[in-house]
């Protein structure tokens, strides 16, 4: 608790979220008056009572009465508010007054201007009224304690005097008289706590920050003491206490003996500001603010200690701010993790130990609580090349760890997330940037695209100051793909490489472009090769062509040694249906490529350069009994190309664009018309002759246009005909097989 700094009325104030609350109208003539209302009766010590009153969310406590409590807004413009705790009414105040509690009481503080107004809210009347004016421009008030309002006034010495001032008995103006003991060049006076008739008043003197106990009869100071880096400061029926906290260093709470002298000290290794109260014997403590700690601390817990016995007990799990409660105990705007936050009260229990009860819950979570989250029922990973996955917790000093999983194919995704470190401005939510990838089975630290299909996701938020449980959540949603990939062939969304090795196997190798979890950039990784099929060694060319079958998903044909050309269809899960016949006659092509929508009809197409240099077009129907229309002439002089490579619209143009390569190394591009020919050739460079089979990959870095890849690099489109490619990027390394692989082609 702050018991000696007063709210200016310029102070920044949170806007109010409580529910429930109940307006009460504020007239020119005065306030609205509430009914007085018995205090809470059958209420269990430790366990929350049966109130309707609400708590407003994040406002500061100021006091806690027998029949009420008084808040102010955290920011805002809302005014301070006072909440009968039988029935949660509302009184608000006018704007612009400053108001404050009392003590031990159901009395505040209503300041307008110079005039002073102390009213009873449990009464609903007005005890009595001072203009500060009359004493001097000078004079403020220096808080209140029950009926009794201090008002504090420059003596001409450098420093301030300090008088009483109480209701009359037979009202009227009240009766006052000055504190006497105080020295000369005390300032900064605020009383602070009360306990039987006498008040704790904290100040300063050029010497540091002290104490002293006016007794509230006589107005005689009965007792003082110097209290460096003063903080809190409390009084009960049997000690004094305070914190000393100087700045940067830790805290020590200090309790003073009334009867004997006494002094206990008791350091604390919190360097926050720590809430101080008394209850009986029992001191109580705290880091303000704990629930906000990045590390976990006994010391974020509401502490009680026997000041006799030493014995401890853990009252709360985290305090905000606490005041004086009426008749010895306590006010705290604290929580725990199974009530919640809210307005406690520390009283007395069994045997004189101090118990928590809940009087009014802000509806706020100690805990850590998902309020909600912004995953899709539906996630198109064709239209996004990454998504934001947002949960919005009630804190986010946590660290979370994610899991998706496919619960079709078992892929999963395991992510740490710590969202303090990564969020830059939102501080609401914890969120993760998902990539659409898996982690590849068996090997987890490499990615892979996420499978279509039905997915889950579960968050485990560690506190990382230990408040409360490891939050637990789950939710699913579904992976879909609306714009197929015609070169993946396990069906998650990136194109896949085909080959054969010297043993007749084909080999399918997943590729990915994720970013480095080393350097931040992204890296294209073509990795962990698996066996898709055997006997293969019959066939002397394979050709991936994209959807020729109608299925949607990537598929190949492959000619065998007697010129028989057959199509393998791909069921999008890295298998293929059983071989159809296409025809014969096929080995009189030295070149065949396919893959890319040369006719701008929407399926794919495949051509073929004869022996003679003649290129032929193939145009797709779809059917995969009958993938291919009669074949057609599209032009001659095509055996000066040693590569053709089909590679889909790669500069922009109306369709399918071709690259082919001649014997000198020189790598020309024929920009598809969209009617199965092509423009003028155009030359894009040199250099080209070493790098092996050339293949149309497909989309690999997922912005919506096809690649080029050759072994060990991959070449990016621009989507302009000028210059189609990017630079060279190397890609991550292959994981090698310890047998020998011959490369027909890839896809």
Request: hydrophobic share 35%; proline share 5%; charged share 20%.
């Given at each position: 608790?702050?018991?000696?700094?007063?709210?200016?009325?310029?102070?920044?104030?949170?806007?109010?979220?409580?529910?429930?609350?109940?307006?009460?109208?504020?007239?020119?003539?005065?306030?609205?008056?509430?009914?007085?209302?018995?205090?809470?009766?059958?209420?269990?010590?430790?366990?929350?009572?049966?109130?309707?009153?609400?708590?407003?969310?994040?406002?500061g406590l100021w006091s806690l009465g027998r029949t009420g409590f008084l808040t102010w807004p955290a920011e805002g413009s809302e005014p301070a508010?006072?909440?009968?705790?039988?029935?949660?009414?509302?009184?608000?105040?006018?704007?612009?007054?400053?108001?404050?509690?009392?003590?031990?009481?159901?009395?505040?503080?209503?300041?307008?201007?110079?005039?002073?107004?102390?009213?009873?809210?449990?009464?609903?009347?007005?005890?009595?009224?001072?203009?500060?004016?009359?004493?001097?421009?000078?004079?403020?008030?220096?808080?209140?304690?029950?009926?009794?309002?201090?008002?504090?006034?420059?003596?001409?010495?450098?420093?301030?005097?300090?008088?009483?001032?109480?209701?009359?008995?037979?009202?009227?103006?009240?009766?006052?008289?000055?504190?006497?003991?105080?020295?000369?060049?005390?300032?900064?006076?605020?009383?602070?706590?009360?306990?039987?008739?006498?008040?704790?008043?904290?100040?300063?003197?050029?010497?540091?920050?002290?104490?002293?106990?006016?007794?509230?009869?006589?107005?005689?100071?009965?007792?003082?003491?110097?209290?460096?880096?003063?903080?809190?400061?409390?009084?009960?029926?049997?000690?004094?206490?305070?914190?000393?906290?100087?700045?940067?260093?830790?805290?020590?709470?200090?309790?003073?003996?009334?009867?004997?002298?006494?002094?206990?000290?008791?350091?604390?290794?919190?360097?926050?500001?720590?809430?101080?109260?008394?209850?009986?014997?029992?001191?109580?403590?705290?880091?303000?603010?704990?629930?906000?700690?990045?590390?976990?601390?006994?010391?974020?817990?509401?502490?009680?200690?026997?000041?006799?016995?030493?014995?401890?007990?853990?009252?709360?799990?985290?305090?905000?701010?606490?005041?004086?409660?009426?008749?010895?105990?306590?006010?705290?705007?604290?929580?725990?993790?199974?009530?919640?936050?809210?307005?406690?009260?520390?009283?007395?229990?069994?045997?004189?130990?101090?118990?928590?009860?809940?009087?009014?819950?802000?509806?706020?979570?100690?805990?850590?609580?998902?309020?909600?989250?912004?995953?899709?029922?539906?996630?198109?990973?064709?239209?996004?090349?990454?998504?934001?996955?947002?949960?919005?917790?009630?804190?986010?000093?946590?660290?979370?760890?994610?899991?998706?999983?496919?619960?079709?194919?078992?892929?999963?995704?395991?992510?740490?997330?710590?969202?303090?470190?990564?969020?830059?401005?939102?501080?609401?939510?914890?969120?993760?940037?998902?990539?659409?990838?898996?982690?590849?089975?068996?090997?987890?630290?490499?990615?892979?695209?996420?499978?279509?299909?039905?997915?889950?996701?579960?968050?485990?938020?560690?506190?990382?100051?230990?408040?409360?449980?490891?939050?637990?959540?789950?939710?699913?949603?579904?992976?879909?793909?609306?714009?197929?990939?015609?070169?993946?062939?396990?069906?998650?969304?990136?194109?896949?490489?085909?080959?054969?090795?010297?043993?007749?196997?084909?080999?399918?190798?997943?590729?990915?472009?994720?970013?480095?979890?080393?350097?931040?950039?992204?890296?294209?990784?073509?990795?962990?090769?698996?066996?898709?099929?055997?006997?293969?060694?019959?066939?002397?060319?394979?050709?991936?062509?994209?959807?020729?079958?109608?299925?949607?998903?990537?598929?190949?044909?492959?000619?065998?040694?007697?010129?028989?050309?057959?199509?393998?269809?791909?069921?999008?899960?890295?298998?293929?249906?059983?071989?159809?016949?296409?025809?014969?006659?096929?080995?009189?092509?030295?070149?065949?490529?396919?893959?890319?929508?040369?006719?701008?009809?929407?399926?794919?197409?495949?051509?073929?350069?004869?022996?003679?240099?003649?290129?032929?077009?193939?145009?797709?129907?779809?059917?995969?009994?009958?993938?291919?229309?009669?074949?057609?002439?599209?032009?001659?002089?095509?055996?000066?190309?040693?590569?053709?490579?089909?590679?889909?619209?790669?500069?922009?143009?109306?369709?399918?664009?071709?690259?082919?390569?001649?014997?000198?190394?020189?790598?020309?591009?024929?920009?598809?018309?969209?009617?199965?020919?092509?423009?003028?050739?155009?030359?894009?460079?040199?250099?080209?002759?070493?790098?092996?089979?050339?293949?149309?990959?497909?989309?690999?870095?997922?912005?919506?246009?096809?690649?080029?890849?050759?072994?060990?690099?991959?070449?990016?489109?621009?989507?302009?005909?000028?210059?189609?490619?990017?630079?060279?990027?190397?890609?991550?390394?292959?994981?090698?097989?310890?047998?020998?692989?011959?490369?027909?082609?890839?896809?």
């Amino acid at each position: 608790m702050d018991r000696r700094v007063r709210i200016p009325v310029s102070r920044r104030r949170r806007r109010l979220g409580a529910a429930a609350l109940v307006a009460l109208a504020v007239t020119a003539g005065g306030l609205g008056t509430p009914a007085v209302a018995a205090p809470p009766t059958g209420v269990t010590a430790g366990t929350a009572a049966t109130t309707t009153a609400a708590y407003p969310r994040q406002a500061g406590l100021w006091s806690l009465g027998r029949t009420g409590f008084l808040t102010w807004p955290a920011e805002g413009s809302e005014p301070a508010r006072w909440t009968r705790l039988s029935d949660g009414a509302v009184t608000a105040f006018p704007a612009g007054h400053l108001v404050f509690g009392s003590r031990d009481s159901d009395v505040v503080v209503d300041e307008a201007g110079s005039t002073v107004t102390l009213r009873d809210m449990a009464a609903g009347t007005e005890l009595f009224q001072v203009d500060l004016g009359q004493y001097g421009t000078d004079s403020q008030v220096a808080g209140a304690v029950r009926s009794t309002l201090f008002v504090s006034a420059a003596n001409g010495a450098g420093g301030r005097s300090l008088r009483l001032y109480t209701p009359a008995a037979g009202g009227g103006l009240p009766s006052s008289r000055s504190v006497t003991g105080l020295p000369a060049d005390a300032t900064g006076l605020w009383a602070a706590s009360v306990a039987g008739d006498s008040a704790l008043v904290t100040y300063r003197t050029g010497s540091g920050s002290r104490w002293a106990l006016v007794d509230l009869t006589t107005g005689a100071v009965t007792a003082h003491r110097a209290a460096p880096d003063l903080g809190d400061a409390a009084v009960s029926a049997t000690y004094v206490a305070w914190t000393e906290q100087p700045v940067g260093g830790g805290a020590t709470v200090v309790a003073l003996n009334r009867a004997t002298g006494a002094v206990q000290r008791i350091p604390l290794a919190a360097q926050d500001r720590v809430s101080l109260g008394l209850v009986g014997n029992w001191v109580t403590y705290g880091q303000r603010d704990g629930l906000r700690a990045y590390e976990p601390s006994p010391l974020l817990a509401l502490t009680a200690r026997d000041l006799g016995t030493g014995a401890t007990r853990k009252l709360l799990d985290h305090v905000v701010s606490d005041v004086d409660g009426p008749g010895g105990t306590n006010g705290v705007h604290g929580g725990t993790a199974a009530l919640g936050q809210g307005l406690y009260r520390i009283a007395p229990g069994t045997g004189g130990t101090p118990v928590a009860t809940l009087l009014a819950a802000s509806g706020e979570p100690t805990k850590v609580d998902l309020l909600g989250h912004s995953i899709p029922s539906t996630i198109d990973l064709s239209r996004n090349r990454s998504f934001d996955l947002k949960w919005r917790l009630s804190r986010i000093n946590v660290e979370m760890t994610l899991t998706l999983r496919n619960t079709r194919t078992g892929d999963t995704k395991v992510e740490q997330i710590h969202p303090l470190a990564e969020q830059a401005a939102d501080f609401t939510y914890a969120h993760y940037l998902w990539q659409g990838d898996v982690g590849w089975p068996g090997d987890p630290s490499r990615s892979t695209g996420a499978p279509a299909g039905p997915y889950t996701w579960r968050i485990d938020a560690k506190p990382l100051n230990g408040i409360g449980p490891t939050l637990t959540k789950t939710g699913s949603f579904t992976v879909v793909r609306s714009r197929p990939q015609p070169h993946d062939f396990d069906g998650d969304g990136s194109p896949d490489l085909l080959m054969r090795d010297t043993a007749g196997r084909l080999l399918l190798a997943d590729t990915f472009r994720s970013r480095d979890s080393g350097s931040g950039y992204e890296v294209f990784q073509e990795h962990h090769f698996r066996v898709v099929g055997q006997g293969f060694g019959i066939y002397d060319k394979i050709e991936a062509t994209g959807d020729l079958g109608g299925s949607g998903v990537g598929d190949f044909v492959a000619r065998d040694k007697a010129g028989v050309l057959w199509l393998h269809k791909g069921r999008g899960d890295h298998t293929f249906s059983a071989r159809i016949r296409i025809g014969g006659g096929w080995g009189t092509y030295a070149r065949l490529t396919g893959g890319g929508d040369l006719t701008g009809d929407g399926r794919a197409d495949l051509v073929a350069a004869d022996t003679a240099g003649v290129l032929w077009l193939y145009r797709g129907t779809g059917r995969d009994t009958a993938p291919f229309a009669a074949r057609k002439r599209i032009g001659g002089g095509w055996g000066v190309y040693d590569q053709l490579t089909a590679v889909g619209n790669l500069a922009g143009g109306p369709a399918g664009d071709l690259l082919a390569r001649d014997r000198s190394g020189v790598l020309w591009l024929y920009l598809g018309k969209g009617d199965g020919t092509f423009a003028p050739r155009t030359r894009i460079g040199g250099g080209w002759g070493g790098l092996g089979r050339l293949v149309g990959i497909g989309d690999a870095d997922r912005d919506g246009r096809p690649d080029l890849y050759a072994e060990g690099s991959l070449y990016r489109s621009t989507g302009a005909w000028t210059a189609p490619l990017r630079p060279r990027e190397e890609t991550s390394p292959v994981h090698f097989w310890t047998t020998p692989v011959t490369y027909n082609h890839f896809a």
